[in-house]
């Protein structure tokens, strides 16, 4: 004798008495492929990491993960970036959720040319784009770059030489018109001391050290020149400028931050 199908209990959908609202709930780590505008190749293939989030209303205990899988399928063969509107709107309403959001990084390359030997190579950059939809689209890019910073001081009061370390560099924005992500790059690169290179010949490396050497910079110096920047750019309506050194001769990292 075959027994009824029985409905199964949907649980997240119960009730919560505790009215208590929860600001984003949802799934993270998700690795997915995207396609990103590339200002050279006019578009560039690459692998994200997405965390989808929606706010959570005090009276429901909780939300249908599944769903947020299910939607961003939806999007599989579209360019996702250029539907993040359609996309967070899709959450809102199949989750009746007041806001949705989605951060997404991503590694993004770039072919660099050898100051000297010309010699050519990829360099990764750690790039990433921060989405919110409430009434409106609130779009956020940002890049992470890696650079070569000197310390002033030790120049200063050094006989002969001076401590360099391996820096990053994270620029975020909101903008009004495009901003294209190689244009922060570029900007965090000419702010240091010298840019790093994937492949140095030894004419390269004498060129890259003795350019450190002839511009050190301290933290500060570097989140005030780039500032600088954004604030005479009449697209940039938000920035965040991050500088971070790992220190060479300390165990601790020099930090400065600015925020519009």
Not at 219 to 232: A, G, H, N, P, W
Request: hydrophobic share 35%; proline share 4%.
């Amino acid at each position: 004798m075959k027994l009824k199908d029985s409905p199964i209990p949907d649980l997240q959908n119960q009730f919560d008495a505790r009215n208590i609202s929860i600001d984003k709930v949802g799934v993270k780590g998700i690795k997915y492929p995207i396609v990103v505008e590339d200002r050279r190749k006019k578009v560039q293939h690459t692998v994200a990491e997405l965390d989808i989030y929606v706010e959570l209303p005090h009276y429901k205990r909780g939300t249908h993960m599944s769903r947020f899988i299910e939607i961003l399928n939806r999007y599989h063969e579209d360019e996702i970036i250029q539907n993040l509107t359609n996309l967070l709107q899709d959450l809102k309403k199949t989750l009746k959720a007041e806001t949705a959001y989605i951060d997404i990084s991503f590694p993004y390359f770039i072919q660099k040319h050898a100051p000297v030997s010309r010699q050519t190579s990829l360099l990764c950059y750690e790039c990433f784009f921060n989405a919110a939809f409430r009434d409106d689209l609130e779009l956020w890019i940002g890049v992470k770059v890696p650079v070569t910073t000197l310390c002033p001081c030790s120049k200063e009061i050094s006989a002969f030489g001076a401590h360099n370390q391996r820096s990053e560099i994270t620029i975020k924005v909101r903008y009004s018109e495009f901003v294209w992500l190689e244009e922060l790059i570029d900007l965090a690169e000419k702010t240091a001391s010298c840019e790093i290179y994937p492949l140095l010949k030894r004419v390269d490396e004498k060129f890259v050290t003795e350019k450190a050497y002839e511009n050190p910079k301290f933290v500060e110096d570097i989140v005030r020149e780039i500032t600088e920047v954004l604030d005479k750019d009449s697209r940039i309506i938000d920035y965040y400028v991050e500088s971070d050194n790992f220190e060479s001769i300390h165990n601790h990292n020099a930090y400065a931050l600015k925020r519009k």
